[in-house]
């Protein structure tokens, strides 16, 4: 059973960074896909970064581009987040999902079988 548990949330001001972590353990898949949603308040689940294990450049929405960067070390089967210059719309619940076999070239929650429990960024203004 694959476990994920994010860490690294918290309260920042605009322009602020925060480096988020997923720790994903409890599976021998090689190839596989990890991302990042979020969940604003009011708002429904968003897919903004996606990560495959086979090496490719990662995938990022407008609404991050530039700003947030996905990196992953496949040895300690960890996802990293980086995000910079943070904005008060980013604000919400943070959560790392997985699935087997590649990203699929989109960002849609229902191609994730796993999902860690959030952690929480808030950015005030």
């Known amino acids: 059973q694959v476990q994920l548990v994010e860490s690294g949330g918290g309260s920042v001001q605009a322009g602020g960074s925060l480096r988020l972590t997923c720790a994903a353990s409890?599976?021998?898949?090689?190839?596989?896909?990890m991302a990042w949603f979020r969940q604003g308040p009011g708002k429904e689940r968003e897919g903004f970064t996606s990560i495959y294990t086979g090496g490719g450049s990662p995938t990022y929405a407008d609404s991050v581009k530039g700003r947030f960067t996905i990196s992953r070390d496949n040895a300690e089967n960890t996802v990293y987040l980086k995000m910079n210059s943070l904005k008060p719309e980013d604000t919400g619940m943070y959560y790392c999902a997985f699935r087997t076999g590649g990203c699929l070239g989109r960002l849609d929650a229902a191609d994730f079988g796993y999902w860690g429990r959030g952690t929480q960024v808030t950015v005030s203004s």
């Open positions: 409890g599976y021998t898949y090689f190839s596989n896909c």
